[in-house]
């Protein structure tokens, strides 16, 4: 009996002590990054400058919503779900004026990007070749002047 209980305590304690806090996580991981689900399944996950505005957003479609739900849709955005959120998280207003190598493509391996870059931000579509025509896999939006670390 008393080698029964002795086992549950240390099956306890291991237990416990394999719990992964947040703090657990930053020190084997780095600094978490905050995710806003802003359509459904359509998440964007933020950078934080040290002064609290946002200087990087990734832009991405997941097949696990916040709601718990899982969606097995094809994880690529279109331009139809792209464009008026990059107008909405940033406006045309706060990007500045476009830049001279805005427009540039570039393909590297199995995947490619194509760059907006504007004076303020750039904003950065990344895609598979093979999936170029069938949607984006992620946009990368970043704040040249916000000092994202």
Not at 79 to 105: A, D, F, M, W
Request: net charge neutral.
């Amino acid at each position: 009996m008393k080698l029964l209980g002795l086992a549950i305590v240390i099956g306890l304690c291991f237990i416990s002590s394999s719990a992964q806090t947040a703090n657990d996580l930053s020190a084997k991981y780095g600094a978490a990054h905050q995710s806003y689900e802003i359509r459904p399944g359509i998440f964007i996950t933020v950078k934080f400058a040290a002064d609290g505005r946002a200087c990087e957003m990734w832009l991405e479609k997941r097949h696990l919503h916040a709601s718990g739900t899982i969606g097995l849709d094809p994880t690529t955005l279109s331009p139809e779900e792209t464009k008026p959120i990059i107008q909405e998280l940033v406006p045309l207003n706060e990007r500045g004026n476009e830049t001279k190598s805005s427009g540039l493509n570039r393909i590297s391996g199995v995947g490619g990007d194509t760059l907006e870059d504007y004076e303020n931000v750039s904003i950065t579509y990344i895609w598979g070749v093979n999936q170029r025509d069938s949607g984006t896999a992620a946009v990368v939006i970043r704040w040249k002047h916000r000092g994202c670390n």
